[in-house]
């Protein structure tokens, strides 16, 4: 390969928009997210080392840094130790790259590459030189009155024949011996704790970070440089380990706002998802609505159609000491990809043919606390309702969930500010809240989002956005059938739920 051979430049935005530059043609694309806008780039790359008949070189940039690789016309891509960083690199990715993943691998193999903190005061302060024989100090000896020296017991150790002077100096008593340290004993009774407090255990463990595995980060990592994760994947793994939590004894979240097509049903739904997929087992949607609740219809059906109806006859039998978690399976129904259960209201029915009071609320609730750790409720619009208030007196986090619309924005405001005006429990919750805010308008703008997150972050502990996603306009929702960007969202909207249990 020609020295002289121009450089490929890469660019691939978060976006999933991409330009390549190659001898002088610029390629510009947008694919459906970074990842593949990444891969379309490693394929048009690949394409040109395949009419050249030998690898390229080429210098990817993205947002975290800028990186030299090799692609060869099979698709291969190794790190180039060959390229310096392009002249077209930030200054601030540069100075990110101080530790290159491609010139410092000598312990690829052990070590995640971090990025190196400097100062202003380490690179310009000179190390201090050391004591040298001529240079050092000579300590200076204790001088001893001579009626001290005849008090004082000769030393026992035998010393070696030699000059008058050494003879004279190891007949006196050692001054460096004269005044001992003092040894301090902690009493006995102290004795066994102040050890244990000066020791440091043994079964002391620093967490040892995991390698990148997304963007060129993880490109780098698989390729078998170990690079460390930047900030985005360590924000989605702090997210991961928050859902992934189990805390001692159940807990409820009741998701609520007054208006009908708030986005009530898709948020029990996918939170639901998110705590079971990555908590595992033990997670309940539960439909608490009178009025034609509709979260059987966007869910699977298992092989019966029993409803909440069916299970309050058995409530019983299900809290007494023979019965079993398999019994539940009767009127539940499994959800095979995303691994909750759900509790169908019966929507085919008037709602004064199927009233549900304060103490049928009372007896589902104590057999969903028997047999799952965490149980979603999915609530009704009517806020005077027995069944909806007594949900309330069983919740330990509420969700408030709307859209950009106005109506519905307004419906959930009000309905936290009434509750914070209720009792001492209603207060706390209110004030514990978390706002999922829905695109759930495809013509509906970032703007019009980002206003409705601003006008409840006033009223809300936490606030989670949800950008629009075709799977979550009809029909069953699942989690897999997201796009990447929505499921992050739901992911982040699930980790500021977990933060309030």
């Keep these: 390969m020609s020295t002289t051979e121009e450089l490929i430049e890469a660019t691939v935005n978060k976006d999933g928009t991409a330009t390549v530059s190659i001898q002088g043609t610029i390629h510009e694309f947008t694919a459906t997210s970074e990842a593949a806008a990444r891969a379309q780039t490693v394929e048009l790359v690949s394409k040109h080392a395949t009419e050249r008949g030998t690898a390229v070189r080429a210098v990817m940039h993205d947002a975290q840094g800028s990186w030299p690789v090799k692609v060869h016309p099979d698709g291969t891509v190794e790190p180039d130790t060959t390229t310096p960083p392009a002249s077209s690199e930030k200054p601030a990715a540069r100075r990110r790259r101080v530790d290159s993943p491609v010139t410092h691998v000598a312990n690829a193999e052990t070590a995640v590459i971090e990025e190196p903190a ?4 380490s690179t310009t302060a000179a190390p201090e030189r050391p004591a040298t024989a001529e240079t050092a100090p000579e300590p200076e000896k204790p001088a001893m009155e001579p009626a001290q020296a005849a008090d004082k017991p000769q030393s026992a150790t035998p010393v070696p024949a030699g000059p008058s002077s050494a003879t004279a100096k190891a007949q006196q008593p050692n001054p460096f011996a004269q005044k001992p340290q003092p040894h301090t004993v902690p009493a006995p009774d102290e004795a066994p704790a102040t050890r244990r407090e000066a020791r440091q255990s043994f079964l002391t463990q620093e967490q040892v970070e995991e390698p990148a595995t997304q963007g060129w980060r ?20 702090a997210d991961v380990q928050a859902v992934s939590q189990h ?10 706002n007054g208006k009908g097509g708030a986005g009530k049903t898709p948020t029990t739904v996918l939170l639901s998802a998110i705590f079971a997929r990555y908590g595992g087992a033990g ?6 609505n009178q009025t034609r609740g509709t979260l059987g219809w966007r869910t699977e059906q298992g092989p019966h159609e029993a409803t909440l109806l069916e299970l309050l006859p058995e409530s019983e039998k299900l809290l007494g000491t023979g019965a079993q978690s398999a019994d539940l399976a009767h009127f539940v129904h499994h959800q095979t990809r995303d691994r909750f259960d759900v509790l169908r209201s019966k929507p085919m029915e008037l709602a004064s043919a199927q009233r549900v009071d304060a103490a049928d609320v009372d007896a589902i609730h104590r057999v969903a606390s028997k047999y799952y750790r965490l149980i979603f409720i999915d609530s009704g619009n009517d806020e005077s309702d027995p069944m909806w ?10 969700v408030v969930a709307t859209t950009t619309r106005d109506d519905h924005a307004e419906a959930g405001a009000l309905l936290l500010e009434a509750l914070a005006q209720q009792n001492d ?10 706002a999922v805010v829905t695109q759930a308008d ?24 949800i ?11 699942r989690y897999d059938a997201l796009r990447p960007a929505t499921q992050r969202a739901w992911l982040a909207a699930g980790a500021a739920v977990a933060r309030g249990l």
Excluded: C
């Design 467 to 477: 950008p629009f996603d075709p799977a979550m306009v009809d029909g069953i929702l």
């Design 283 to 288: 997670v309940l949607a539960w439909d608490n």
């Design 425 to 434: 429990k209603a207060h706390a919750l209110a004030q514990n809240a978390v």
């Design 442 to 465: 495809s013509k509906a703008t970032a703007a019009d989002v980002q206003r409705v997150a601003d006008g409840y972050k006033t009223l809300a502990r936490d606030v989670a956005t």
């Design 389 to 398: 208030r007594r949900m309330i007196d069983h919740t330990d986090q509420l």
């Design 118 to 121: 400097m100062s202003e005061e």
């Design 247 to 256: 805390w001692p004894g159940p807990r409820t979240i009741a998701i609520v």
């Design 218 to 237: 993880g490109t780098m990592t698989r390729l078998g440089i170990r690079m460390a994760p930047n900030e985005d994947e360590r924000a989605e793994r």
